[in-house]
């Protein structure tokens, strides 16, 4: 008997020994990688898939003690997703990162006064989906035009922000939370004002006026202008509109300046048919309540603040602008 419980006794201690070099292993932190790895676990990814990739990536010593941690933890679920592992975790971790769900995303920031064409240039940097699928998103209008029925695409209701995204975002569901965004504003404004004519508006006062506070004095010009039916003369309007028609070459052309588009408000008298841009919320304001003005001109000021000359008169515009090419060396 003593013998058979000597024996038990060293089982006992060996069992105990045993699991507290496992339990050590499980937690000491391991890196067996120099750079930062991203791990993709699709949807369906078993327990031994995973551990496998975590393994040949340097992230875990061993697959087999990342599959001990399931074990002994039956009831978890291990999420798919995206993961970065950037610095050295223990198994523990790395299991507990993934039962989690603390998926890697990218920061996709839009500021005031992008237009799609600049979102889908910096999602194409971000390397998550395919720029061109943003872009057919965007042009497709129907999940604004409940709030919007003249909206051409959904330009000026992609609401600037900074957004997380990730190698499973589809492009659908980028602008169905970007749109959201800009329905939670809109609602918050608690307006009955045109929201089609308010942002179209909106959008051309953020592609001008650089200076916030000058925001609803170009508003007035604008609105002063369609109040007598003269034409907005908006720079930003003929870029957008070769945007649209892909001959955009970085600067505005004559060619552009003449384009039948209805983009263009140099041949096209009254607002153009949609948003140019993603206005934020300072310019939507100065839509709503513009500054009473008698101005009908500005032009910018020569001294790089981004502020602008505003006039009433042709004559005292065409002194501002040749004061302007003065002071530029033209």
């Known amino acids: ?54 393994q040949k990536a340097g992230v875990i010593r061993s697959a087999t ?51 799609m064409f600049d979102i889908a240039e910096s999602i194409k940097a971000l390397n998550v989906f395919p720029a061109e699928e943003f872009l057919t998103a965007a042009r497709n209008p129907a999940m604004i035009q409940d709030l919007d029925p003249a909206a051409p695409s959904l330009e000026g209701y992609l609401f600037p922000d900074t957004y997380r995204i990730n190698r499973q975002t589809k492009a659908d569901t980028l602008c169905s939370t970007m749109t959201h965004r800009f329905r939670d504003m809109w609602r918050k404004l608690n307006t009955r004002a045109d929201v089609h004519q308010i942002v179209t508006l909106a959008a051309m006062v953020e592609r001008e006026a650089h200076n916030p506070e000058e925001r609803p004095i170009v508003a007035s010009v604008f609105r002063n202008r369609l109040s007598i039916g003269m034409k907005l003369d908006c720079d ?37 048919p949609g948003p140019i841009a993603n206005p934020g919320l300072s310019s939507i304001r100065a839509a709503l309540n513009p500054a009473t003005t008698d101005y009908l001109y500005f032009v910018a000021k020569a001294d790089g603040s981004g502020g602008h000359n505003f006039s009433t008169t042709i004559a005292q515009h065409a002194a501002a602008v040749a004061d302007y090419h003065r002071k530029m060396g033209k």
């Open 65 to 115: 003690l990342f599959q001990l941690s399931r074990y002994l933890s039956p009831g978890v679920a291990l999420q798919a997703g995206e993961y970065k592992f950037d610095r050295p975790l223990s198994t523990l971790d790395v299991f507990r990162k993934i039962a989690r769900g603390d998926t890697f995303y990218y920061e996709l920031v839009v500021p005031e006064g992008q237009n």
């Open 236 to 272: 930003p309007t003929t870029v957008y509109a070769a945007l649209l028609n892909g001959t955009y070459r970085g600067k505005i052309h004559r060619s552009d300046l003449e384009s039948e588009s209805p983009f263009n408000t140099y041949v096209h008298a009254g607002l153009p």
């Open 1 to 54: 008997m003593k013998i058979l419980l000597r024996l038990f006794l060293l089982f006992l201690l060996a069992a105990i020994a045993c699991g507290g070099y496992v339990w050590y292993q499980l937690k000491q932190p391991y890196q067996g990688f120099q750079e930062a790895k991203i791990l993709d676990f699709p949807l369906g990814t078993s327990t031994a898939e995973m551990s496998v990739q975590l």
